[in-house]
């Protein structure tokens, strides 16, 4: 008898933002793994998305060349002039220029796409072109939303925290409630939405869209290990914050706690290590504010200062939710200590395995009397290493989202039939 023709492997087609390396922040560490992990399942990944600078960014080797890239020049910046006549938020206008849609829409009509991944909300604005390329071809894909944060409520959050000047509270106030509604477009047209945590966004989400069917794609770790670490009196007293600063959100959010911090710290001989990325103005803003604050902007790695810290901070008041940098924090063996809901999806017990506070002046109350406790500290990284030690594998969740959507695709093909 004559063999059977093999399957086609689905052809899926994701649409970014920006190319996610190097992934120095945690959104684009989790647009990047989860790409590359999906790429190794059996189907056919392309990716669109936009880069800045003269000459296109190559891919990385390794699991990232699984993938075929599709690359469009970020030259939309002056678009913003256009915010009063549309309806898009600043980052989805300034995304959706000329050249992004006349680079996109040839990929959209080139061949029949058993799915379409939007990742983040700002991708949003590809709707309307995926709507006419559907009334073009004839052919509906899967539309899958990959959503970082339920957006609306964040949003609102960061708005009500807010300590700008009123002026620039009304802006965010009016590009937050654009996002909002773009969020809202994205939960009705898609036919799955993923979310970071099984709880707290999904909550959000469900009550926004309860017909919807959700996927929890938890982020996972395939960093550095530390097999073994014990803190001793020759560990620098000092703290370390590891964090992306770009978004005012986070930004205040330091800024909160080192008002709350710098000084007290410094009187009792402690330091504070601030590494990850931000606005060059920011940075030295805060170098000549803080000027006992080590601010070392973006690095290479983050291991050196974490080995060199005896707790790390996660002083988040607004933005709560899974942070990737925990990870960092747990399996570097360095004990964390944070603002109560300030981490998601993390199997850590308050007093056991992290420490949680109420507010920024109990937060610094615990750094300057736990500090020296090196039998506390040391239990709590062990414990917490123990914790994770067997989750967070991105390979789980890329199977799960192409299982996922080859059963959906599958379905919507019997349902045109």
Not at 400 to 407: A, V
Request: neutral net charge.
């Amino acid at each position: 008898m004559p063999s059977s023709p093999p399957k086609a492997r689905p052809n899926y087609l994701w649409l970014t933002r920006f190319f996610p390396y190097p992934t120095h922040a945690g959104d684009r560490i989790y647009s990047a793994k989860l790409i590359e992990s999906l790429a190794a399942q059996p189907c056919r990944v392309s990716v669109f998305c936009t880069y800045q600078g003269k000459d296109a960014p190559v891919p990385p080797d390794g699991p990232a060349r699984g993938a075929d890239w599709v690359l469009c020049r970020d030259n939309s910046r002056h678009r913003l002039w256009l915010y009063p006549f549309s309806y898009l938020p600043q980052h989805a206008l300034r995304l959706s220029g000329p050249d992004p849609r006349r680079s996109l829409w040839p990929l959209l009509i080139q061949q029949p796409w058993d799915a379409v991944l939007i990742d983040y909300v700002s991708m949003g604005w590809t709707l309307p072109l995926l709507a006419e390329a559907t009334r073009v071809t004839g052919h509906r894909p899967t539309l899958a939303y990959v959503a970082h944060n339920h957006e609306a409520s964040l949003r609102r959050l960061a708005v009500n925290h807010s300590m700008a000047l009123a002026p620039l509270r009304l802006a965010q106030w009016i590009d937050g409630g654009r996002i909002a509604a773009l969020e809202r477009q994205l939960l009705a047209e898609a036919d799955l939405v993923t979310t970071i945590s099984p709880t707290g966004d999904r909550a959000h989400f469900q009550a926004d869209a309860p017909n919807q069917t959700f996927l929890s794609l938890v982020p996972g770790y395939d960093g550095p290990r530390l097999a073994q670490r014990t803190l001793t009196a020759e560990t620098p007293r000092r703290v370390v914050v590891v964090g992306s600063f770009d978004w005012i959100v986070k930004q205040q959010n330091l800024v909160e706690f080192l008002e709350a911090a710098a000084a007290p710290l410094a009187h009792d001989g402690i330091g504070i290590d601030i590494v990850g990325a931000g606005p060059a103005a920011v940075l030295d803003h805060w170098r000549h504010r803080f000027p006992n604050v080590a601010i070392h902007g973006r690095v290479e790695a983050v291991e050196p200062y974490l080995a060199g810290a005896r707790m790390s901070i996660v002083p988040e008041r607004v933005g709560g939710g899974f942070k990737l940098k925990v990870l960092n924090a747990v399996f570097q063996r360095c004990p964390l200590f944070a603002l109560a809901g300030s981490l998601a999806e993390v199997p850590l017990i308050d007093g056991k395995s992290v420490c949680f506070f109420r507010d920024f002046p109990s937060l610094v109350d615990g750094i300057r009397q736990n500090i020296d406790n090196l039998d506390q500290l040391n239990t709590l990284q062990t414990a917490a290493f123990d914790a994770c030690r067997e989750g967070f594998q991105w390979h789980d969740q890329g199977q799960s989202l192409h299982q996922t959507l080859f059963s959906l695709s599958k379905l919507h093909r019997e349902d045109v039939r």
